[in-house]
């Protein structure tokens, strides 16, 4: 017989883990068992890495999931090795080889090929990617062996540095840290630039390294999350406020601050401003995000009295 299964007693956790995502999970995998280690009631993540991707993850708990949107936009950064002269129906690892060719480039027409990709570029998102059509994610419809009309999208590349490269022997390959704007598709990146050298290729490795603020070296990994006891887990939750970077910081006084909770627009000597992050005086709180025009401060996403009292609550 089995044993029966603990049920877990949830609890509300405010605030942001900085996950390092391992190899195989998906990104929803992850977030599950990293809210379940925390008992936490609710839980979302800033945009997904493919289960062949590890690295920066950031998840967010409680009133974090209110602003998980904002961080959407954040430019990414990733180390990535594209395996030169085998392409696949995937252009990554998981994928069935469909063409080999000699690789006959040499150093300086890499770091020519390089150079055409920096900057603003078009890319035709895979069939092999969650984007939807019609209500239904491009990989299902690539496992149905259907390919649909994708549209194109503009997204930049910041940098794109060559790390290391290996054109002759049995296995060829570029390695690359890539900065880019949102909605960059490395695999469709990568093999690009190896179609460009005339060889064709695929991701054999990819690793985010930072998104927006968040940086590898502030992440934590599942297993040494798992290792921890109750509240050292707790503690390696960051601020709910540490997704509005960027934000302009406005402080109200007690009465302006609850006539704002109740989404009522207060006026003041504020610059106009299209984000900022409110904060309530005594005790000092954060309330929500608004927008500043004409001296106006436009509520945007609240938190509620009830998050409030429970983010104050696990600070003391």
Known sequence: MHAPRTRVQRR????????????????????????????????????????LATGVLPLCFGAATKFSQLHL????????TVRLGVKTSTADAEGEVVATRSVDCTLGQVVEVLDRFMG?????????????????????????????????RDVVIHELELLDVQLQGEAPFLRLRVKCSKGTYIRT??????????????????????????????????AALEAMDEAQRLRQLRPVEVLLDGHESVTLDGENAGRFLSGLRRRGRW??????????????????????????????????????QQILESQS
């Open 12 to 51: 509300p956790v405010h605030g942001v883990l900085l996950l390092d995502k391992p190899l195989g999970l998906s990104s929803n995998q992850a977030l599950q068992k990293a809210k379940w280690l925390l008992r936490a009631e609710k839980a979302g993540h800033t945009g997904t890495l493919d289960p």
């Open 271 to 308: 610059h106009d401003t299209e984000r900022a992050a409110v904060y309530g005086a005594q005790p000092h709180a954060l309330l929500g995000t608004a927008h500043v025009r004409a001296g106006e401060l436009i509520p945007g996403r609240l938190l509620s009295p009830i998050e409030i």
């Open 73 to 80: 936009d954040a430019d990414k950064t990733y180390v990535t």
């Open 189 to 222: 990146l990568g093999e690009d630039i190896a179609e460009a050298l005339g060889c064709g290729g695929h991701l054999v490795a990819l690793r985010r390294i930072a998104t927006g603020p968040f940086e590898e070296r502030d992440c934590v990994t599942l």
């Open 120 to 152: 603003p570029i078009r890319q035709l998102p895979p069939m092999h990617s969650a984007l939807k059509k019609d209500g239904k994610a491009l990989y299902e419809y690539a496992r149905e062996g259907e390919t649909v009309e994708r549209e194109p």
